[in-house]
């Protein structure tokens, strides 16, 4: 790999990095108060959850559309099953990763905290996957693909904030189900643009207005625990 791929791909990775803490940053203040790299493991855990979900997700996906295909179902049923079917596979082994780290660590964390490292981990190594390495292998500077990696790190980062949450609250399925069922709708926004019901840069803003409400949800639900607990 030569040294221009090397940089696009360094270059677009710290940029997503720093999207991640800036979000963290404006929602989330305090959130680590001390020993950061203590939660480098759950930020790793989350990473390892989407490289795991991926693939899996992929093949499930395959097979759903096949079958669909074979049904002649409408691409808008079929897409809304197959956007679902992402939500569900994500949003479950980011619940998982979750779970993993609060009990494989062996000193007391808040599953609040966690849940951000998580989201922080899979948000930040989905953009690396799916945008930074392969425009950076090509050495493409792509102004969309940025704003939308903008928008999503920081739903990752808030639906990880969410599943925690019940976790906290002993309460984790219906968190699970928000959750998964509020990525699939920003998911099915693919499916709306390739049907052409809505042009890139609608979608970037459907996205970013989803994006965002999800991150003022789970600040309150945040700073609400902060207040029970103190």
């Known amino acids: 790999m030569a040294a221009k791929e090397v940089l696009y791909i360094t270059g677009y990775s710290l940029l997503f990095l720093a999207f991640g803490v800036l979000w963290l940053g404006v929602f989330f203040r305090g959130a680590f108060p001390e020993r950061k790299v203590t939660y480098l493991s759950a930020v790793s855990m989350g990473a390892l959850a989407f490289m795991v979900a991926l693939p899996l997700q992929n093949s499930l996906q395959l097979l759903t559309n096949s079958w669909f295909t074979k049904l002649q179902a409408s691409m808008w049923v079929t897409g809304a099953v197959l956007m679902l079917i992402s939500g569900v596979m994500q949003e479950a082994f980011r619940t998982l990763a979750t779970w993993l780290t609060r009990h494989i660590m062996q000193e007391e964390t808040s599953w609040l905290t966690l849940g951000l490292a998580v989201g922080l981990g899979f948000g930040v190594w989905e953009s690396w996957r799916i945008v930074a390495l392969p425009l950076g292998q090509n050495a493409i500077w792509f102004l969309p693909a940025v704003i939308e990696r903008f928008s999503v790190i920081g739903l990752h980062i808030g639906l990880g ?58 600040s309150r639900l945040y700073y609400r625990s902060q207040k029970t607990e103190s």
């Open 161 to 218: 904030l969410i599943v925690a949450y019940g976790f906290s609250k002993q309460r984790p399925l219906p968190y699970f189900l928000l959750a998964a069922l509020w990525h699939g709708v920003v998911n099915y926004s693919v499916i709306l643009y390739h049907g052409r019901v809505f042009g890139m840069w609608a979608i970037e803003v459907f996205t970013f207005v989803m994006s965002l409400a999800v991150l003022v949800f789970a």
